[in-house]
């Protein structure tokens, strides 16, 4: 047995298969053709955690388990300290936090307005460059967003439940004092968990803080907003608009009067396509792959106690 | 006669002349009252070159001028080492830099295409994260964008005439070699000066050498492109899109093909909006005048023989 023998399986999705299977041999990995020499498994199939128990129990070398996703849930059953297990936590934050940065230039560059347009009109549009913005949530999408955000020296208002500063942001702010850290702010980001503090956080009187010159950015979740205080808004301009990758109810409905606004930037909810989180598994993969067979530690290991 | 008094001149556009007055005194100047006593002008109207002699000729003590763009062209018959001359270069090169970024997002994330919808649909989208970029072009424009693109772990290939290493760029290519530095990029920005060298740079052998995953953004001018080829190009789907800021013809005529393709997105030429000029021209005036009255080198001094 060789610890580079790396087993991809099951083969139910064979476009994940192919990308996982080239990301093992990137990484310096043999794919294993027999079983017994596994010392590796990429879980290739996020759908198929039944099949879990059958394909590992012929791999009596197995010491490590890759599996596909952030959340490990569907796998519960599986968990034990029989193998070290590695997750996709941290993988998929970062397209989330270019997809909120490319909502807000979109909408402060007026480029979807434009996109509309069939002839050449006024000039519309301001700078997020050294603007003010706001972030609601504190996590790893937030984290992301102020990385990408650092060359345009925005000033950076956080939102979160702890009051622990945050490296790239100037201040701090509970969600109770929401609606003074809204103020001045040319862009609100929602990057938080939806939780019972965060269900409607951005009600009416939040929004009413916000001035005419304030888009919504939501890459979160959309009841994090009230939808009824949101179309408020943006029907009396009280906001400069919504650019939302999630939305409530979700998906949104044909009939639903936020499709006809204007000033209202819907995405459908691909801050992360599966085409992209494939892409950034399989970087991940690769780099666990190496990291495995150079003996490094592992990026993503799943805390078994903290069942994180 | 006082260092610190400065005069802004002409009044023929109130809002610029309010905005540079504001600078001037940001900056730690008086305004003027008596053009015997200024030391130095902020010339407050683009459009009305011709009225400088008549004014500055009531200005005896005057020694600097501060023209409002970038470009010196207009003032050519007045430029001599009578004065010290600065201009507006530099200043508008990080907005136009911010809306090829907000473009090339948009593109990638299919936001202007979604924005044209009226229902929920199927994930579309490419990350820029990590992906490669071609900038053509390596002045101020190029050096914004390669700072704010630095956040995204990007490989760049730029193209300029001359062939020195530029910070922050992974190669360096001549224009002649455009067909080598584009393959393989997600994205082509053009920020270049318009010369015998750039026009029509992006010909049809440069597009062919693009890939169907390759989107072009322009925000420098339009002949550096060879529309006719780009309208091939896009029509035959040879590559995924163009969002151009700026078009030849420019104004785009309302008959224009480029209107009606689905993988054209057109914005009209608001890389750097007048409302976002005089922001940022006002910034240098204020930091301008603080220089001036510490005695302190201004910030784009006109070389006169340079004539830039």
């Known amino acids: 047995m060789s610890r580079s023998s790396i087993a991809v399986a099951p083969t139910t999705r064979p476009d994940m298969h192919r990308a996982l299977s080239s990301a093992v041999l990137r990484g310096g990995g043999v794919i294993a053709t027999d079983s017994d020499t596994a010392s590796g498994l990429i879980w290739a199939d996020p759908a198929a955690p039944s099949a879990f128990r059958s394909v590992a129990s012929t791999m009596p070398s197995l010491e490590w388990v890759q599996l596909p996703y952030a959340g ?9 300290d029989q193998y070290v297990w590695t997750c996709g936590k941290g993988v ?14 979109c909408a402060l560059r007026n ?38 955000l650092s060359p345009f020296g925005v000033d950076i208002t956080v939102v979160r439940r702890r009051p622990e500063p ?12 929401i609606s003074i850290a809204v103020r001045g702010a040319r862009i609100v980001f929602v990057a938080a968990a939806l939780t019972e503090k965060t269900r ?3 009600d009416a009187e939040a929004l009413s803080a916000m001035s005419p010159d304030t888009w919504i950015v939501n890459v979160a ?15 009396t301009k009280a906001i400069a608009g919504a650019a939302l990758d999630v939305t409530d109810p979700e998906p949104l ?30 970087g991940r993969v690769e780099a666990n792959v190496a990291r495995w067979l150079r003996g490094d530690p592992l990026i993503g290991t799943v805390d078994l106690d903290a069942h994180y």
Chains 1, 2 share one sequence.
């Open 200 to 202: 409607h956080l951005i």
């Open 111 to 148: 480029v979807a307005a434009y996109h509309a347009a069939t002839s050449w009109t006024a000039p519309i549009g301001t700078n997020l460059l050294n603007s003010r913005v706001t972030i609601v949530g504190a996590g790893g999408i937030a984290s992301s967003l102020i990385r990408l």
């Open 253 to 282: 409905p044909t009939s639903h009067r936020l499709w006809t606004l204007e000033n209202a930037i819907i995405t459908p909810h691909v801050g992360n396509t599966p085409q992209m989180g494939l892409e950034l598994l399989a």
């Open 221 to 235: 979740r959309g009841a994090i907003i009230d939808t009824d205080a949101l179309l408020d808004a943006l029907e």
């Open 166 to 177: 945050i490296a790239g942001a100037d201040r701090v702010f509970a969600p109770e004092e």
């Open 92 to 105: 998929y934050a970062e397209p989330v936090a270019e997809h909120a940065l490319a909502l807000a230039l």
């Open 72 to 80: 490990i849930e569907p796998f519960d059953e599986h968990l034990s």
